[in-house]
């Protein structure tokens, strides 16, 4: 992260020594959750006191009833994904009770819609709260193009390679988009955490409880393609292997792959120059001039021409490979000359 975000002596100045380990966790080693919301851009963010994590995925399937038949036909209707998430929000300070505050009201006003028109009077919704959640490495978006990109990037000899560079990002605009289906908000004002006590009428939470259901919204195709091969192979986790990291191809045929990658560059490479003499060639016989620099460039060729295959006839008699190499020359001259001057 950018910018430090987490500050437990932030609004209390008289607190010099205090020290708070979680603030170096969330702003260091970015161990933290954030929430963005798509129709403004806004984020918030919170230290990743994670209490519970839990996905559900459930294949709904159609059964039809055959006469004969000892179990029905399943007919396959779709597979959804549920996010159950319940983490807290801890205050070691007033100042950071405050800021906890502020962190959940923000996440809170995520969870109403976009609206035009002026409030005393009918307003327009104009769109609805989509949220992107991010939960580390375990809650991320991996579409196909990161797919695409990360193979073309590099291709490790060994397998070891895809652990150590296996590493998520604190940035929200990665997460998961999505809706927030229900958010249940405990302020633990009894009990053992309680409460500071700000002033007249003013109580802070120490411990703010936080348990929200979301259901993704996929932004790429989940499943099996052409030849069996996955259409995200990253899909949740973004883990890579040999084994998944061909989209879905077999282990066996990583180097194969890889070969196959360094030939499409060297063709590439040799492919550019081919493709900037066709641009000179464009540029050089196209606008009104254009076909008295052909005729031009032709009678030189032409010329060049006849005077390598009489080097080469002489050639025929003394030295063959000399007169070759003469011809290749005339040829390359040629070439130098026509490329300069376009």
Known sequence: MAQKLFDVRKYQDE??????????????????????????????????????FTETYNSNFTPTEAFGRTDPIYQYKNTTRKISLTFEVLAASEGEAYENLGRVSALEQMLYASYTGDSSNALNMTQSPLIRMKVMNLLQKNSTSDVIDDIMATIPDNEKEFFIEYQSTSESDRGLLGIIDNLSVNHNIVGDDGVFHKGINTILPKNIELSLGFSPIHETTIGWGDNNQQTNN????????????????????????????????????ARRPRQQQLDNAKARYSGVLGDM??????????????????????????????????????????????????
């Open 15 to 52: 607190l010099p020594t205090l020290v708070e380990c979680s603030d170096s966790l969330a702003n260091q080693r970015e161990m933290v959750i954030s929430f963005r919301h798509e129709p403004s851009g806004r984020s918030v963010f919170f230290k990743a006191f994670i209490m519970a």
């Open 234 to 269: 990253l899909f949740p986790y973004g883990v890579k292997t040999n084994e998944n990291i061909l989209l879905g191809s077999p282990a066996n045929v990583l180097p194969a792959y890889k070969e196959q990658v360094e030939k499409e560059k060297a063709e590439e490479q």
């Open 293 to 342: 620099r052909m005729n031009a460039d032709v009678r030189r060729s032409a010329r060049g021409n006849d005077r390598a295959l009489v080097r080469l006839g002489a050639g025929e008699e003394g030295n063959v490979e000399g007169a070759a190499d003469a011809f290749d020359e005339a040829l390359q001259s040629y070439g130098d000359r026509f490329v300069g001057e376009s």
